[in-house]
């Protein structure tokens, strides 16, 4: 079973950069399709970058622009660089993973059959 851990959160101001890693064990990045979701307080958990087995990628709109998933094949990790960061951007990171390699609903969270336990990022203004 595929295990995942994220890293890379912190605090920033808003404008700055952050970028989050996602250590794949187990199996390799490759194998899965991957992605980056977010839960801010109060709110549902949202699809924020999705890339698939193929390398192909889906952002949500409100970060389009701004973040780029990316994953490295020969360390095993999964990326999400986030830049122009915003206070509305503050929330938990997951990474995610899912044996399929469909391109649909990549950024629907019920797809996914393993998650990390996140990292928390907060943008202040």
């Known amino acids: 079973q595929v295990q995942l851990a994220e890293s890379g959160g912190g605090s920033v101001q808003a404008g700055l950069s952050l970028r989050l890693s996602c250590a794949v064990s187990?199996?390799?990045?490759?194998?899965?399709?991957m992605a980056w979701f977010r839960q801010a307080p109060g709110k549902e958990r949202e699809g924020v970058a999705a890339?698939?087995?193929?390398?192909?990628?889906r952002y949500a709109d409100s970060v389009k622009g701004r973040f780029t998933i990316s994953k490295d094949n020969a360390n095993n990790t999964l990326y999400l660089q986030m830049n122009t960061l915003k206070p509305e951007d503050t929330a938990m990171y997951y990474c995610?993973?899912?044996?399929?390699?469909?391109?649909?609903?990549?950024?629907?969270?019920?797809?996914?059959?393993?998650w990390g336990q996140g990292t928390q990022v907060t943008v202040s203004s």
């Open positions: 187990t199996y390799p990045v490759g194998t899965y399709t």
């Open positions: 890339i698939s087995i193929g390398d192909f990628t």
């Open positions: 995610a993973a899912r044996t399929s390699s469909t391109r649909l609903k990549l950024l629907v969270d019920n797809t996914y059959n393993y």
